[in-house]
């Protein structure tokens, strides 16, 4: 759906009125006029809906004369759906504990869109939000083409929805790149077995492959938290922090044999000398840095590295030619590596809202008709199209990147316009094929119930346990052996707890 150009820039007239401002919130309300809005269904009074949500704005810029509430792209909606909308975006430092201030104020906003499951989980016991059902069969057809079945188990409980969700259309993160010119003026094929592998980084770590004379260069690396090692770990099929199912039970992977074989792998690489020693106090800008500076030929980077930390370091050296790799194939034949959850966001509604209907009419627009708009800016402004591409004008793209902050309140699954976005940005950097490899092997998360109160309770704790033991483990600072106490100490500390809350939910 194209914009109304005889509005100009829709930006409308707007009434400016300051209000207060609850502890994290900065609150503006506007209302909009325009002529060219479509006819939509009131209140049943006759008047147009008037709601109130609350987005992440992530920290993105305005031009200058623009905020949250007057823009040409909330203007876009306003127009669509005949509705009053007033838009609040917390500071995106400290968005969860805003969205508490907010839950626990007497003022609550029509919706709300929370990235946090467990926030999500805590407030539907709590019996604060609205279901959807009905609404959703009555007003969000467009809801129910878009989520896929998987998606909306997540956010029901016993047989009420309680979120219409914002799906991750990215399959996974990680995929492996390696400098092809090292590659090549050491003699090397790309790798495909975890042996290979280790005999390329090997080689990478010793035999000076940028011929600087140095001994500068590393094999391999990692970032804090064992960041960067889901390719190397899925060769033995599974993934850290993942529900995968045993003798038709659901288990914690991080607790299986098969994760004491793949830190056993690391462990042996870090013996070598082939992983950066600095690995566990790498914070990703630690990486990118290194990455660009010429000291890495090979790394476990997200899918769209080819326009950040590998172009910067083309940009730097002329000879730098990266390629990806096909994931490290595991003792059993296994291949793979992490797989993102459906679901992103949760878009709730407090049980007070007096327009429930209105926002599920919005959002159900948001991710229809309105999402190509939202997602690439308005055509012969933002983008046009060439040879039936499209094709991105990218000072009016960044320009209006702040429209990011409602396309990604509601992602459909799959939509063709994503590859479209990606193509636009270059197609030298291959976003979609990326994509389409991580999806081959993507190992997904099989627990899809809401989180369990146990999750809420001991989640933080025997994640941090997880990531000290495993990093000393490869560290050599504890033997291989400190496994088996881990596991232990899981199960006792609640993750027995957990497992038996997951079996009885899924």
């Known amino acids: 759906m194209k914009r109304n150009k005889s509005n100009g820039s829709s930006m409308g007239i707007y009434m400016k ?114 279901p959807l059902n009905d609404l959703i069969d009555q007003y969000g057809q467009n809801l129910k083409k878009n989520i896929p079945e998987e998606a909306w188990k997540t956010v029901t409980v016993d047989g009420k929805i309680y979120a219409i969700p914002s799906l991750n259309p990215i399959p996974g993160n990680e995929i492996i790149f390696a400098r092809k010119d090292w ?48 390719p190397f770990i899925g060769a033995w099929g599974i993934q850290r922090g993942q529900w995968t199912e045993r003798d038709g039970k659901l288990v914690m992977s991080s607790t299986l044999p098969e994760m004491k074989e793949a830190l056993a792998y690391l462990a042996d690489l870090y013996k070598e000398k082939l992983i950066d020693p600095e690995w566990a106090l790498n914070k990703m800008a630690n990486v990118d840095e290194k990455v660009a500076s010429g000291k890495v030929g090979l790394f476990s980077g ?15 050296d002329a000879n730098a030619e990266w390629i990806t790799l096909e994931y490290p194939t595991g003792p059993d034949g296994k291949q793979g590596t992490w797989g993102n959850n459906y679901v992103s966001g949760y878009n709730v509604i407090p049980i007070t809202s007096k327009s429930p209907d209105a926002v599920i009419r919005m959002l159900d627009f948001m991710i229809g008709d309105g999402y190509r708009t939202l997602v690439l800016g308005f055509e012969g402004e933002v ?59 993507a190992i997904r998360n099989q627990y899809l119930g809401v989180p369990t109160a146990g999750m809420g309770k001991y989640g933080p704790k025997l994640g941090k346990m997880e990531n000290e033991i495993f990093t000393k483990i490869i560290m050599g600072d504890l033997p291989l052996d400190a496994f088996d106490q881990f596991v232990e100490d899981w199960k006792k500390n609640g993750g027995e707890e957990i497992t038996n809350e997951v079996n009885q939910n899924n």
């Open 183 to 230: 590659l090549d003026k050491l003699g090397l094929k790309a790798p495909k077995t975890l042996e290979e592998y280790k005999n390329v980084m090997r080689a990478f770590a010793q035999e000076d492959p940028d011929g600087n004379g140095k001994n500068d260069t590393f094999g391999l690396i990692l970032q804090e938290n064992l960041g960067k090692t889901a």
């Open 302 to 316: 997200n899918w769209y590295d080819t326009r950040g930390p590998i172009l910067t370091n083309q940009k730097n």
């Open 383 to 441: 983008w046009n199209t060439q040879d039936g591409k499209v094709v991105t004008n990218f000072d009016e793209h960044n320009k209006h990147i702040y429209r990011q902050t409602l396309s990604e309140a509601i992602v459909p699954f799959e939509a063709e316009v994503s590859r479209d976005r990606l193509d636009s940005l270059g197609m030298e950097f291959k976003l979609n094929e990326i994509i389409d490899q991580i999806n081959t092997v």
């Open 17 to 130: 009125r300051s209000v207060t401002v609850l502890a994290l919130a900065a609150l503006f309300i506007v209302t909009a006029c325009s002529s060219g809005a479509k006819e939509a269904a009131t209140d049943g009074t006759g008047e147009k809906p008037s709601i109130e949500i609350v987005l992440n704005n992530a920290g993105r810029k305005f031009p200058e004369g623009m905020d949250e509430n007057k823009n040409p792209y909330i203007d876009y909606i306003r127009e669509n759906t005949n509705m009053d909308i007033k838009l609040t975006t917390p500071p995106a430092d400290g968005y969860g504990e805003a969205l508490n201030v907010i839950m626990a104020s007497g003022d609550l906003p029509d919706m709300i869109l929370s990235y946090d499951p467990n926030w999500f989980e805590s407030y539907v016991r709590q019996k604060a939000l609205t």
